[in-house]
């Protein structure tokens, strides 16, 4: 009989309860019993939800407070020296993930990054040559006996050692951290051991690093590590995802494990062929035919023929029917959308109607009765009136992508030129300026929300962000900000404020994912093609600079991260979506220069994240991504200023793509790596200005003065002076105003110590 199976769900809850729980907590309005038993609540209505829909291998250990790679770190002793004061196992645990400030005791936050080209966000494991590891949070193994409790017997998720080693950095540039792997591989004996006497049957064994181009020394290591782990556990099912698996199939088939996970999503046809001609025979393999990272309902019938075809070479009893990696990238659940257009509703799921596509295609192969089931007719309606709806065309947008120029994708002159026409600027040396955003204090929010109720007028509402706006505006006069921003208080979410005025755009009401730790996002859907029929920013950058005369700058959100940061339509290549979107930018871009604006910043933080895994497919993304760029960017005047900005990512390997960029200035994150990521730097002579950032704005810890210029110092050691921009890591959205001010007026203060 063939078998479902998710590797893992949302951990957020249907309403965003654990957002609400640990800010909750972390202001001190809930005591840590409260957090716990809430949290219980949200892990067991997980399950018993699956266990309803039919699944047969439900997960655990795949929730987590924070996020499950730091788990990792804890399970098994990685936790930094300069942590190891905190002796509370709580006070720990967020301290690694967000820094820890209080009396005496001031510690950095670990890094954190993006989980490979996804937006959710991991904390960075620190490895250095000393350490040592050992079983010291049992997480893992105490989810399996509560899901146990309450009758569920699950399958166990652990991230594998090999992964887990490769996402962390050593601490020392001469240490080799796969050296650890001897000493590692004793705990997740320990846990797996401890498992199966608990009587877990499977445990799930991610290996994403396995859809990778990775070394033949670490391919090695898998033959070797596998072959220990495999003696007194559970059946290991070993699960990749995110990208083919394919290139690494000789490797898959000598790895000692019970079962193969393949992301069939991302796997193509002929590749699949080859794969199921000569899979073992005494493994299982694991479909993953629902898109565990998009939110389109499955083409039911295209599934049952590609399950149809791995049947004739794979027998039912070994065969698995799963989602192609956890739904964690997927909001919970469309039945609570009732305001979307009900024509776009219909080609939608989320992660509970996934749960009902597994279960159904499974279901299916085990049952005569399914074959003419409504559920089924009802897919392939909606499937066909996808394809042929009014509502995803628009010749107009068809027409102008096609009139993209070379003449487009260029400034007037080189950057050298510019530099010289734009001293007009008037700009000191470390010229300061922030990211965007200013804090969306509990009051903006209110009034946010009381507009959306219609509880207060538009000229209410537009006089109180104006208020908001000249404070802010103020503020950064007073501390001598140099170039100031208008603080973005009209604006819900980056990519969310842009969709909602840009047609070819859908958006939820609940469709929230996890980004790190509390912070949730709301990604727009692009269902259709894509044109801005009126400007989006003018009102408030114009109104803006009629406060101050500071140069303000213009605040907008790149064509690449709007794509990255929505659920896209899957119905044409990403590449045209993002030139569309490009085009828009273009309209708004020349719209805002016409208003004055001398700067204008357009953000690319997801540009690195959008990098396809295997690297052989690396060009192609990458030319269409910076055409994109500068389509949005060099139509405007040589005296105009472009800022892009770019947070939590290595740029050792796409640095000459980063310069084809020709933004004038690009502003980074290097604060929680000391400056470590300016490496990329020291050898590749980058021709234009860098804003490094020198204050942490995902941690509520404050930099002081001579943390801050010891950062500064450190980049001059990189980058000439004339280049080097002040600034924080990210936008300060997320931030209270006590921390921003002072730190801000630090960042202010060193500036102007170094001119």
């Not at 569920?152 to 240490?175: D, H």
């Not at 039945?335 to 009902?356: H, P």
């Not at 309209?587 to 700067?599: Q, S, T, Y």
Request: proline content about 4%; aromatic content about 12%; charged content about 30%.
């Amino acid at each position: 009989m063939m078998l479902s199976s998710n590797l893992g769900y949302p951990r957020i809850g249907p309403n965003r309860e654990l957002k609400w729980l640990l800010e909750s907590f972390w202001k001190k309005k809930i005591n840590k019993t409260n957090l716990f038993e809430n949290i219980s609540d949200i892990k067991k209505n997980n399950w018993i939800k699956q266990k309803k829909a039919g699944i047969h291998f439900i997960p655990s250990n795949d929730f987590s407070l924070y996020d499950h790679v730091l788990d990792m770190c804890l399970t098994v002793n990685a936790v930094p020296d300069r942590f190891k004061k905190l002796k509370n196992k709580l006070d720990l645990y967020f301290a690694m993930a967000r820094g820890y400030q209080s009396g005496r005791i001031d510690i950095k936050a670990m890094e954190m990054t993006k989980w490979f080209d996804t937006n959710y966000h991991y904390i960075v494991p620190e490895f250095n040559p000393n350490q040592k590891f050992k079983l010291v949070f049992s997480k893992i193994i105490d989810e399996f006996l509560e899901a146990k409790s309450f009758g569920i017997k699950t399958r166990p998720v652990i991230l594998g050692p090999l992964s887990f080693l490769f996402l962390g950095k050593s601490t020392s540039k001469k240490f080799n951290r796969f050296s650890l792997l001897s000493k590692l591989i004793p705990v997740y004996k320990e846990i797996f051991k401890l498992l199966k006497k608990f009587g877990a049957e499977w445990i799930q064994v991610d290996e994403p690093i396995l859809s990778l181009d990775i070394e033949n020394n670490i391919k090695k290591k898998f033959i070797s590590t596998y072959k220990n782990l495999s003696k007194d556990s559970p059946k290991i099912l070993l699960t990749s995802y995110f990208s083919s698996t394919y290139p690494n199939y000789s490797l898959l088939k000598k790895i000692n494990v019970d079962g193969i996970h393949f992301d069939l999503i991302n796997t193509e046809s002929k590749d699949l062929n080859k794969i199921i001609q000569n899979f073992p025979k005494n493994k299982f393999f694991s479909a993953g035919l629902i898109n565990g990272r998009n939110i389109w309902r499955n083409n039911l019938s295209k599934s049952i023929d590609i399950l149809k075809k791995i049947k004739r070479k794979i027998s039912s009893d070994k065969l698995i029917v799963s989602s192609s990696c956890s739904l964690l990238h997927s909001p919970v659940d469309l039945n609570k959308e009732e305001n979307i257009n009900s024509q776009i509703k219909d080609w939608l799921s989320f992660a509970d109607q996934k749960i009902e596509e597994i279960v159904f295609l499974q279901r299916y192969f085990n049952s005569n009765l399914l074959k003419n089931s409504k559920f089924l007719m009802d897919n392939k309606i909606s499937v066909k009136k996808r394809k042929t709806s009014k509502l995803i065309h628009n010749n107009f947008v068809k027409k102008r992508i096609k009139s993209i120029s070379s003449k487009m994708l260029r400034r007037k002159n080189n950057y050298f030129l510019r530099k010289m026409i734009q001293s007009e600027l008037n700009l000191p040396l470390f010229p300061t300026t922030t990211i965007g955003s200013f804090p969306q204090t509990s009051e903006v929010r209110k009034y946010r929300l009381k507009f959306k109720r219609k509880e207060i007028n538009a000229k209410k509402y537009e006089n109180f962000l104006k208020n908001e706006t000249k404070k802010t505006i103020k503020f950064q006069e007073s501390i001598g900000i140099d170039v100031v921003v208008h603080g973005e208080f009209e604006r819900n979410d980056m990519v969310e404020y842009f969709g909602e005025q840009l047609k070819g755009f859908i958006f939820t009401k609940f469709g929230w994912v996890q980004s790190y730790g509390s912070r949730c996002v709301k990604p727009p859907i692009i269902f259709g093609d894509i044109n801005r029929t009126r400007p989006m920013t003018i009102f408030w950058s114009k109104y803006a600079q009629s406060l101050t005369k500071k140069i303000v700058k213009g605040m907008l959100t790149g064509p690449v991260t709007i794509l990255q940061w929505s659920f896209v339509r899957d119905d044409q290549p990403r590449e045209h979506t993002c030139k569309q979107i490009a085009l828009a930018l273009l309209d708004e871009v020349l719209d805002l220069e016409k208003n004055g604006l001398k700067i204008i910043q357009i953000d690319e933080p997801a540009l690195r994240e959008g990098l396809p895994l295997r690297k052989n497919e690396w060009n192609s993304y990458l030319k269409w991504a910076i055409d994109s760029f500068k389509i949005a960017s060099s139509s405007v005047k040589d005296e105009t200023q472009i800022h892009t900005h770019m947070c939590y990512c290595e740029f050792d390997d796409i640095l000459d793509s980063i310069e084809k960029l020709d933004a004038d200035v690009i502003s980074i994150e290097t604060s929680r790596s000391n400056m470590e990521l300016l490496d990329s730097f020291k050898n590749y002579k980058y021709p234009n200005s860098i804003g490094p950032g020198v204050y942490d704005i995902h941690s509520p810890r404050v930099p002081t003065f001579s943390e801050i210029k010891f950062l500064l110092e450190k980049a001059q050691k990189y980058l000439n002076k004339e280049k080097i921009w002040v600034n924080p890591d990210c936008g300060l959205k997320t931030r209270g105003w006590p921390e921003v001010k002072k730190a801000l007026k630090s960042m202010t203060s060193v500036a102007k110590s170094l001119r």
